[in-house]
């Protein structure tokens, strides 16, 4: 995947607004438009943003958050009773490139893994391999 489709769509969960600005700046470098680009501070707020009933093409989520982690957000995600919610790709997102994170991950039903920082090139590589 060297381009993304037309009107792809993105959710971004991270408790950093700095790194909140750095994704959005990636994403946007890899040719997703601003408008189709959702935050949300905390686990709980992305799950509510899903619930909302927006279709997002993918979600990248912060591993390591206050309140509800990145982890315990997926698995609500996965066991949601609307299976457009449940069957939404996830990427999960970390500073710790830990095995047994992306075992523990995988087994919540991560779609992929990537490590921060990242660059636009590898975020597609991540994108085209778990979508």
Avoid: C
């Amino acid at each position: 995947m060297t381009t993304l489709k037309e009107g792809f769509t993105v959710l971004h969960v991270d408790d950093s607004k700095t790194i909140r600005k750095m994704v959005l700046k990636i994403l946007v470098e890899i040719g997703i438009k601003e408008e189709n680009i959702d935050n949300a501070s905390n686990g709980k707020s992305g799950l509510q943003k899903l619930e909302e009933g927006k279709s997002y093409d993918v979600v990248l989520l912060d591993w390591s958050m206050p309140g509800m982690t990145g982890i315990e957000m997926l698995g609500e995600v996965r066991k949601h009773e609307n299976s457009k919610i449940s069957t939404t790709p996830v990427i999960m997102v970390t500073a710790e490139a830990l095995k047994e994170n992306i075992i523990k991950a995988a087994r919540v039903g991560a779609n992929g893994y990537i490590t921060k920082p990242f660059t636009g090139q590898r975020l597609l590589e991540v994108l085209n391999k778990a979508l």
